[in-house]
């Protein structure tokens, strides 16, 4: 364990990179002159000072990643996946550093960020083998002379930008999927955590990438370098992972070239308990799918429907679980909830309880800030919540779990579509015909059926609505990054 305000301590202590990297080189003065702190949420500590880099940087970056595309969409799908392979090796021998980076950037516990790094690893273990498979398809002509073919190309260009609650696994669900098929890629992670991705820059160049074909921007100027991302013809496609009024803006400016994206954005996902689930396993999820991260995960549980016969018996359940979360430092051993990434999100949470406690709403649990000071929350139950409470309706993105009352199958199912979103859902009953009713029923681009977690690389994960578009993991998340052509084939004699 490392102790609050201790130098963090790494078994290799060149993966804690002061610098951004652009075409290939450690950059640590940015044009501009100007830098900016990354610091510990749990200790407020400083932990590592970065050039501000802005357009300038961008642009170099860019027409790096233009050249050295080229080379690496001519090799072979093979020769793609063994750097990739190489390249999760190297994550995976390195997990307790980079899980150390991630908690003190982020404030994880650090058992939660190794789970964060094995899956990130396990996305771009899995592009490495999917690099082999980009195949195409043959269509019979339409005419006795002719062939049709199908062939699947990169796009070329990608450009990413990624939040903070997942500094290593977000990155590397985009990453992988277009280095596998032979894209270059620049990316620009959170202000608040870009040093997971530092070091995953690092073990990429350690893994054997060529020169420019992966460049890291460190900057605070996120509107600059999003505008230079979206006006710049070199780039083809931009995937984004955030809030969904950032996703429209980025939308908005790709409009002008038409630029391919994928967005994965804000959620407001439902977990239903029906009186025919198990409750102890509801609780179970409700657990991971509420309080894993904090509550700080797109795909977080925001709003609890349980079905009347077993609302009070859900509710004691899940308080008895809640109170058994133990908060603070995430180097401490014994503790499973670091703290929120920083004030703006206690003010949200906050916020949210004031609202629904003035409209009738019950604090089972919890409800202030926690004793520790900073940005520490006290996990929080609600009961007696309705539909017209503002949690009801927006992301809470920290650990408050909302109590709906509900009665019947149809009931539930209007008021879990009653939202702009549709990203992760969740149900638990027992009842076989209900389970096929309510999947098909819910409109969400992922349902965990007795279940409250579902992320993984095997899987396709993504949204529906204002949740976004796009997919990142199994064999659909190459398409992606991926162009269709179509090759007609004429003049063959018969
Ligand atoms: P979150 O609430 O998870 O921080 P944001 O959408 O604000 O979600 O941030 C996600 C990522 O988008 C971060 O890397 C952030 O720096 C970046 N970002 C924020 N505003 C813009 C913008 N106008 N253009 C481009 N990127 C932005």
Redesign the pocket.
Known sequence: MTPSNAPLQLENSTLLIDAGYVAGEWVRKSQSNKTFEVLNPSTGTVLATLPDMGRGEVKAAIDAAHTAQKDWAKKTGKERGAVLRTLYDLMVANVDDLAAILTAEMGKPLAEAKGEILYGASYVEWFAEEAKRISGDIIPGHQPDKRIMVLKQPVGVVAS?????FPNAMMARKLAPALAVGCSFVA?????TPLSALAMALLGEQAGLPKGLFSLITTTA??D???E?CANPKVRKLT????T???K??MRQSADQVMKTSMELGGNAPFIVFNDADLDEAVEGAMISKYRNNGQTCVCANRLYVQSGVYDAFAEKLVAAVKAINVGDGFDDEVNAGPLINEGAVAKVKEHIADATSQGAKVAIGGRPHKRGGTFFEPTVLTGVTRDMKIASEET?GPVAPLFKFETVDDVIEQANDTEFGLASYFYANDLSQVWKVTEALEYGMVGVNTGLISTEVAPFGGIKQSGQGREGSKFGVEDYLEMKYVCLGGIPS
């Open positions: 930008i990624t939040p903070w609650n620009k992670p959170s202000e608040l996120s509107a370098v999003g505008k991302f984004f992972t955030g809030s009024s950032v996703g803006i980025l993105f």
